[in-house]
């Protein structure tokens, strides 16, 4: 079945970037997602992208997709301590099922 | 604020009974989305709901129903209740039901005792 796979855990310096990256095995995925999840707290869509783009900058986020490997990336620029939490890599097709990964934790160093 | 309520924030109950979620989608969305996040399985996709009609299901059990109002609030029933059926029950709703906008409520804490 469809799988979605991220690492768990991410440490990054304030100010550096943080790159979190994702794989999938749907090769029917539509569109591709960043979710982010403080802590007590709903799902916060970050971002989406088509599946026939390769990139997507919004502010201090960019986005890249390779289609060929299946690897979606989220990039945060200038990380700050507002920045932790859970991020979620999650994908849907044309049957409208969003398929999550597990969640990468992103904890911020001073 | 998304703009999506749950009720009830809490819920502890026993094995076996059946508890009754609740969600208020935006003002105007007419799609309603369901979803357990636990800490073994993740977030999983439930189900979603359109202007009152089923439209896509994922891994939601048979013990768990759903449905939508004419008024597009939406109720989950979770019977039978199991321990691993302890989770967080988000619920999202989209203007139009497509999956790329999606507002997710503050979700559920449901505790099987």
């Known amino acids: 079945g469809e799988d979605v796979e991220q690492s768990l855990f991410l440490s990054v310096r304030e100010g550096d970037s943080s790159v979190i990256n994702c794989t999938y095995t749907?090769?029917?995925?539509?569109?591709l997602y960043w979710y982010k999840q403080e802590p007590g707290a709903g799902l916060q869509l970050l971002t989406y992208i088509f599946s026939n783009m390769d990139m997507k900058q919004d502010q201090r986020l960019t986005v890249l997709l390779n289609k060929k490997d299946k690897h979606l990336s989220l990039r945060i620029a200038d990380t700050q301590t507002g920045d932790s939490a859970i991020y979620f890599c999650?994908?849907?097709?044309?049957?409208?099922?969003?398929?999550f990964g597990k969640g990468t934790r992103l904890h911020i160093l001073p | 604020d998304s703009g999506v309520t749950q009720t009830p924030k809490h819920l502890i109950t026993a094995t076996g009974q059946r508890v009754t979620l609740r969600c208020s989608p935006r003002s105007g969305d007419l799609s309603v989305y369901w979803y357990q996040q636990s800490l073994d399985q993740g977030l999983q996709f439930l189900i979603q709901y359109y202007n009152g009609e089923e439209r896509a299901k994922g891994n939601i059990l048979e013990r768990f129903s759903a449905q939508q109002f004419p008024d597009l609030h939406s109720e989950l029933n979770l019977s039978s209740l199991e321990l691993g059926d302890s989770a967080l029950y988000f619920c999202?709703?989209?203007?139009?039901?497509?999956?790329?906008?999606?507002?997710f409520g503050p979700g559920t804490r449901l505790t099987v005792t």
């Open positions: 749907d090769s029917s995925s539509t569109y």
């Open positions: 999202a709703s989209s203007p139009d039901g497509e999956t790329y906008e999606q507002y």
């Open positions: 999650a994908e849907s097709n044309r049957d409208d099922k969003i398929i």
